[in-house]
Nanobody, 121 residues
Framework: QVQLVESGGGLVQAGGSLRLSCAAS????????MGWYRQAPGKQRELVAT???????NYADSVKGRFTISRDNAKNTVYLQMNSLKPEDTAVYYC???????????????WGQGTQVTVSS
């Protein structure tokens, strides 16, 4: 199975920066797309950014130009560099990964436990 562990969350002032990391571990056959979701209090979960194994990226309009997603395939780790943070970025951020654990089962999505990001005005 796959375990995802996020790190790097915390409290930052508006205009500041944070870098989130998510390391995948466990037994799996292959790993494909990875990404980040977030959920703010009283709001629905939203997709922040995704990255394929080949490096293609996609961003939500609200973070485009401010956030950068990247990955290190050798380390099975995905990153989210967050710059020019705004109070509306405050949320719990979740790491996700699409992986296949063996040849007999298809891909499934795994989730991390989440890390809190708080941006003060």
């Amino acid at each position: 199975q796959v375990q995802l562990v996020e790190s790097g969350g915390g409290l930052v002032q508006a205009g500041g920066s944070l870098r989130l990391s998510c390391a995948a571990s466990g037994t799996f056959f292959s790993m494909h797309a990875m990404g980040w979701y977030r959920q703010a209090p009283g709001k629905q979960r939203e997709l922040v950014a995704t990255i394929t194994s080949g490096g293609s990226t996609n961003y939500a309009d609200s973070v485009k130009g401010r956030f950068t997603i990247s990955r290190d395939n050798a380390k099975n780790t995905v990153y989210l560099q967050m710059n020019s943070l705004k109070p509306e970025d405050t949320a719990v951020y979740y790491c996700t990964a699409e992986a296949r654990v063996n040849l007999f089962n298809g891909d499934r999505t795994y989730w991390g436990q989440g890390t809190q990001v708080t941006v003060s005005s």
